[in-house]
């Protein structure tokens, strides 16, 4: 069972927005802003998506954005497209100095 | 551009020591200040950190591991280290080095990963 709540699934046509949610507690999400989110594609690594809560590195398209409220942190993605069909994981910091994780979302683009 | 290898054995014994690098190019893993992480994912399965070792050298262990975990940077080499005692079939697991920055959630770049069995 992993530390952080993400729904096992979620689908969107092209071009619709989708939001994936991440739940957990004030011990990690709430009590932090050390909030990401990683996009794995079959047999790859996964690719930091967005960083800090909202923060995206350079490279990724401003499609991606993330928010926090309270212990619930959420990665929305706008203007779906085909290549955006993954996996994400999303990761935060928590009070005992450790990283933990979700248990992964499978975005299915239709 | 900073970019990640990991290597290693592909196939380790149950109770014997997971053994991995991570080769560090385009950077130096003493210059800056950065973390160089462990990560692992079970196949099919999430991710998991294991830990971190500081361009100074401190480390920082997944409480869930700490007793079987030890990360090292090698400074002349440019590279760091994992080393994992008393494994079992749970550990395996594709594994993937990766760089933090000093602060916040910037775990970037990432290696390709290495998958490592455990099978007698």
């Given at each position: 069972?992993?530390a952080?709540t993400?729904?096992?699934?979620?689908?969107?046509?092209?071009?619709?927005s989708?939001?994936?949610?991440?739940?957990?507690?004030?011990?990690d999400?709430?009590?932090?802003?050390?909030v990401?989110?990683?996009?794995?594609?079959?047999?790859?690594?996964?690719?930091?998506?967005?960083?800090?809560?909202?923060?995206?590195?350079?490279?990724?398209?401003?499609?991606?954005?993330?928010s926090k409220?309270?212990?619930?942190?959420?990665?929305?993605?706008?203007?779906?497209?085909?290549?955006?069909?993954?996996?994400?994981?999303?990761?935060?910091?928590?009070?005992?100095?450790?990283?933990?994780?979700?248990?992964?979302?499978?975005l299915?683009?239709? | 551009?900073?970019?990640?290898q990991?290597?290693?054995?592909?196939?380790?014994?149950?109770?014997?020591?997971?053994?991995?690098?991570?080769?560090?190019s385009?950077?130096?893993?003493?210059?800056g200040?950065?973390?160089?992480?462990?990560?692992?994912q079970?196949?099919?399965?999430?991710l998991?950190?294991?830990?971190?070792?500081y361009y100074?050298?401190?480390?920082?262990?997944n409480?869930?591991?700490?007793s079987?975990?030890?990360?090292?940077?090698?400074?002349?080499?440019n590279?760091?280290?994992?080393?994992?005692?008393?494994?079992t079939a749970?550990?395996?697991a594709?594994y993937?080095?990766?760089?933090?920055?000093?602060?916040?959630s910037?775990f970037?770049?990432?290696?390709?990963?290495?998958?490592?069995?455990?099978?007698?």
């Amino acid at each position: 069972q992993s530390a952080l709540t993400q729904p096992a699934s979620v689908s969107g046509s092209p071009g619709q927005s989708i939001t994936i949610s991440c739940t957990g507690t004030s011990s990690d999400i709430g009590g932090y802003n050390y909030v990401s989110w990683y996009q794995q594609h079959p047999g790859k690594a996964p690719k930091l998506m967005i960083y800090d809560v909202t923060n995206r590195p350079s490279g990724v398209s401003n499609r991606f954005s993330g928010s926090k409220s309270g212990n619930t942190a959420s990665l929305t993605i706008s203007g779906l497209q085909a290549e955006d069909e993954a996996d994400y994981f999303c990761s935060s910091h928590t009070s005992s100095s450790s990283w933990v994780f979700g248990g992964g979302t499978k975005l299915t683009v239709l | 551009q900073v970019q990640l290898q990991e290597s290693g054995p592909g196939l380790v014994k149950p109770s014997e020591t997971l053994s991995l690098t991570c080769s560090v190019s385009g950077g130096s893993v003493s210059s800056g200040s950065y973390y160089w992480s462990w990560f692992r994912q079970p196949p099919g399965k999430g991710l998991e950190w294991i830990g971190y070792v500081y361009y100074s050298g401190s480390t920082h262990y997944n409480p869930s591991l700490k007793s079987r975990v030890k990360i090292s940077l090698d400074t002349p080499k440019n590279q760091f280290s994992l080393n994992l005692k008393y494994v079992t079939a749970a550990d395996t697991a594709l594994y993937y080095c990766a760089r933090k920055a000093d602060y916040g959630s910037l775990f970037e770049p990432w290696g390709q990963g290495t998958l490592v069995t455990v099978s007698s």
